[in-house]
């Protein structure tokens, strides 16, 4: 059965989940209507999901290249995987998916933070006020049980990137913490930065 998590709340996965091996990150959002003007186009708002593998003995990133993302789809560990880049988040469900195969994550790392930036956030002049129905799960790969969803349902307006959660190792068993934590960093490269 699915927990449904707020904000700073942390969940057990292996622990109550004996035997869970991998799981599927989901993360999903809607554009909020747009506001009709007829002197500006206002463009699709493209949502990119990355996971971010945090070295255990420096507590940050320890090359961009564990950071994963539309990018760089794989880490070299082949631990954690992107399923792809979605460019408009249309649609029911997950917009876009981050892999995880808990067994083969290498010891130095403690946790993966997930986080959605918007691509082009400041030239395109968007930012999260202008989405709703933001969420993070966790599914168990291999039977398809959804273990955990946090909704993010705070007012964003005026923020162009969100922490939404992290998956880290604490004792030899897995956990998920729901962190929503809005930032005004302008992609990906701000947002790694912001752990290095």
């Not at 186009?41 to 950071?67: F, M, N, R, W, Y």
């Not at 988040?89 to 130095?108: C, F, H, N, R, S």
């Not at 039977?143 to 922490?163: H, I, P, Q, R």
């Not at 939404?164 to 947002?191: H, Q, S």
Request: aromatic share 8%; hydrophobic share 35%.
């Amino acid at each position: 059965m699915s927990v449904n998590l707020q904000k700073g709340q942390k969940v057990d996965l292996t622990k109550s989940n004996a035997g869970l091996k991998t799981i599927v990150v989901g993360l999903g959002w809607d554009e909020a209507p747009k506001k009709f003007s007829l002197f500006s186009k206002q463009e699709d708002i493209d949502c990119d999901a990355s996971a971010l593998l945090i070295s255990e003995a420096s507590g940050k990133l320890a090359t961009p290249s564990d950071v994963v993302y539309y990018g760089n789809l794989t880490h070299n560990s082949g631990s954690v995987r992107h399923c792809g880049d979605n460019l408009t988040g249309a649609g029911d469900g997950d917009d876009e998916q981050i892999i995880v195969e808990l067994t083969k994550v290498p010891q130095q790392f403690s946790k993966i933070v997930f986080t959605v930036t918007i691509y082009q956030a400041r030239e395109r002049k968007q930012q999260f006020g202008m989405i709703k129905n933001a969420f993070i799960r966790v599914v168990d790969a291999d039977n398809g049980n959804e273990l955990c969803k946090f909704n993010l349902s705070e007012n964003y307006d005026g923020k162009t990137a969100m922490v939404f959660g992290e998956v880290y190792r604490r004792n030899g068993e897995w956990k998920f913490g729901a962190i929503g934590e809005p930032t005004n960093d302008n992609g990906i490269g701000d947002m790694a930065a912001r752990f290095q």
